[in-house]
Structure formats: structure tokens, C-alpha cells
């Protein structure tokens, strides 16, 4: 997996035409945590874009998704997290997600389901 995120997020600065930081890789990274996958499909479903994301999950073609749609995915707070936490502009790091969010997903979900979320720790 680790692999698999280091070539994403090369394909990312060069999509960019720049150098990104670890930051970059761990937000993709933090993207892909069942929880995360979780909220995103749920988002989507609520945003009209469930069958889409649903695409990127199951087996066969991954439909693209437009930056607008991965804003609605993945709502602004995240978006915001995001652009604070790369540095980016929120209009670099929109396209980027899109661009890679889809493939991403399909390669973590190689079976065509998510992931289990890992069990609560008890306090």
C-alpha cells in the first residue's frame, strides 16, 4: 500500500507541476481509512453521487468525478482540511482528489467492498 501511495502522490506533483509534501501523502492516506471510505460513500449517497463512488468500490470502470462532485463528497470541512494541511489552493487540491480519489478507492477495495472498520478501543 505504501508503494501504491508514493506513485499517487508522484502522479500528483507532476499533475500539479510541483513538489507536495508528506502532508499530501498522509491526507490520501487519511482519505482511504474505512471510517473515512464510510463517510465518502454516505456523502455521496446524500449528495446524488452514491452510485458513483460505488463505482470506484466494485469491480468494472470507475466513473470520473469532477471536482465540484468531490466537493460535494467530501464536504467542505475536509476541503478545507485539506487545502490548510497541503498548503495548496483549494482549486489544486480539488482536481487532484478527483483525478487519483478513483483509483485510489478501487485499489483499497480490491475485493469490491469496503474495508471493516477496525473495532472501538475501550477506554
Do not use: C
Amino acid at each position: 500500500m505504501a508503494d501504491f501511495l508514493s506513485g499517487l502522490v508522484g502522479k500528483v506533483e507532476s499533475a500539479l507541476g510541483g513538489s507536495l509534501s508528506g502532508v499530501m501523502q498522509q491526507q490520501l492516506q487519511n482519505l482511504l481509512q474505512p471510517e473515512t471510505l464510510q463517510n465518502i460513500l454516505a456523502k455521496a449517497d446524500q449528495a446524488g453521487l452514491g452510485d458513483k463512488v460505488r463505482s470506484w468500490i466494485g469491480h468494472g470502470e470507475n466513473l470520473p468525478a469532477t471536482p465540484d462532485e468531490i466537493r460535494d463528497i467530501l464536504g467542505s470541512s475536509t476541503v478545507h482540511d485539506l487545502v490548510a494541511r497541503t498548503g495548496l489552493p483549494a482549486d489544486a487540491v480539488l482536481t487532484a482528489v478527483a483525478h487519483f480519489l478513483p483509483t485510489a478507492v478501487d485499489k483499497t477495495t480490491p475485493q469490491g467492498t469496503l474495508p471493516e472498520q477496525a473495532p472501538a478501543k475501550e477506554t
